[in-house]
């Protein structure tokens, strides 16, 4: 198992225990507030549940970044993009174009179409060692490097 896939799964897991300790709290925070509302106190019981999404909201991660390949009149603005995974992960990538062209993956053959102004995400499970050009395939301009390092 690589490292970001065992990161992924801690993560997940500490996740897990977080909601699992946020829902148990807010039960036990229901009941001591009916107890409050009935001897007389005006706390409503939507601010204890705000307070408690607002902390889960806080303590999870934020996922990873999705890396964004801009395109500029057929060419990748700021240059061609390095992108860097590892084998057994899964390689997430978005291009965002003002020129509409078909954008292929080499060596995963991996094809999309983008609009003008338009968008083309890429999920695809890293499996092949190497370095692999990205390019807008009509204009025959490299926009990306993907390189896939073994896990």
């Avoid at 390689?91 to 999309?112: N, P």
């Avoid at 890429?122 to 092949?128: L, N, Q, Y």
Wanted: charged content about 20%.
């Amino acid at each position: 198992m690589s490292p970001r896939a065992r990161i992924a799964l801690v993560v997940t897991g500490l996740v897990v225990l977080v909601v699992a300790f946020v829902i148990a709290s807010g039960s036990s925070d229901t009941s001591k507030q009916q107890d409050a509302t009935d001897a007389g106190a005006t706390t409503p019981p939507s601010t204890a549940t705000a307070e408690a999404g607002a902390t889960t909201a806080a303590q999870a991660p934020a996922a990873p970044a999705v890396p964004v390949v801009k395109v500029v009149g057929a060419k990748p603005q700021g240059g061609v993009q390095r992108l860097k995974f590892t084998k057994g992960d899964t390689i997430r990538f978005k291009v965002v174009s003002d020129t509409a062209d078909e954008i292929h993956v080499h060596g995963y053959d991996v094809h999309k179409d983008v609009a003008a102004g338009g968008s083309a995400t890429f999920t695809i499970p890293a499996k092949i060692e190497g370095r692999f050009v990205v390019e807008l395939e009509t204009h025959g301009t490299q926009i990306a490097e993907l390189e896939v390092d073994p896990s």
